[in-house]
Every structure is written in structure tokens, then in C-alpha cells.
């Protein structure tokens, strides 16, 4: 797998993955992470929450960015430094979720890039935040 260079990236560039949560993605992710909150496993529970349903996890919308960062913008070969994050909106069964990053600035010097990062569902920003990752430079 092949990502790109940081002399590859420009400010504006972007990239996204888009995935639809399933039932058996947020059990997968509760038994990967430990996270057994019966708002996102037990439906009796969920529907006494003001969410009415079982919503899936914050954190799995942010896997999904991650998975942008690391396949594609720049994808293979960069590092993840730092990543802040607000929740907006519940996510829930069925839901398309489109994670999508954009370059906001590229520090030459230190090889690192900083990127816009948001998770939207039907158009609406269900996570929002920054990431900075090291991106791999091209051999000299």
C-alpha cells in the first residue's frame, strides 16, 4: 500500500469514507473496546434515555476517520499525533455516516499536517474536530 507524501498534500485536499453502522458493528466495537454502555447494547435501557434508541458509539464515528487518516489522506505511513473531538448529534442503527478530513495547514519543517476532521449524517455534523499527523516525506 502506497500513501501520500507530505510534498504530495496540499491545503483544501480532502478525502472521505463513507459506512452505514450496523447492528454488528457496535457490538464489535464493544467487545474490541470493553465499552458494554446499555445505551448502545440494550434497547429497553436505550429507549428510557432521551435518545429513545440505541445510539452507537461516539468513538466508532471516530475510528472512521482514523480509517480516512491512515488509508487514504495521507494515508500508509502516516502517524497519528493528536485528534480533538466534539460530539453533535447521536448516531444511530442504519445511519450513513460520511467521515471526511481536509488539509487546513502543512508545517514543511516538522513534516506534520493538520486536517479539519467531521463525521456527517443526511448532511448534518454528528462529530467535528482536528487532527495533526506526521506525514511521511519522500525519500531524498
Known sequence: ???????????????????????????????????????HLNADYAATTP?????????????????????????????????TLNFKRPVKIGAEVVARVTVTAIDEAKARVTLDTTCLVNGKAVVGGEAVVLAPRKAA
Do not use: K
Not at 510534498?7 to 459506512?19: F, H, I, M, P, T
Not at 480516512?68 to 502517524?79: D, H, M, R, S
Open 1 to 39: 500500500m502506497s500513501g501520500l507524501f507530505l510534498e504530495d498534500l496540499s491545503v483544501g485536499q480532502s478525502a472521505e469514507l463513507v459506512r452505514t453502522v450496523t447492528e454488528g458493528d457496535i457490538v464489535a466495537f464493544a467487545d474490541v473496546t470493553g465499552d458494554t454502555n446499555p445505551v
Open 51 to 83: 435518545f429513545g434508541e440505541r445510539i452507537a458509539h461516539g468513538m466508532l464515528s471516530a475510528g472512521y476517520i482514523s480509517a480516512v487518516l491512515g488509508t487514504t489522506l495521507p494515508g500508509p505511513g502516516a502517524v497519528y499525533l493528536s485528534q
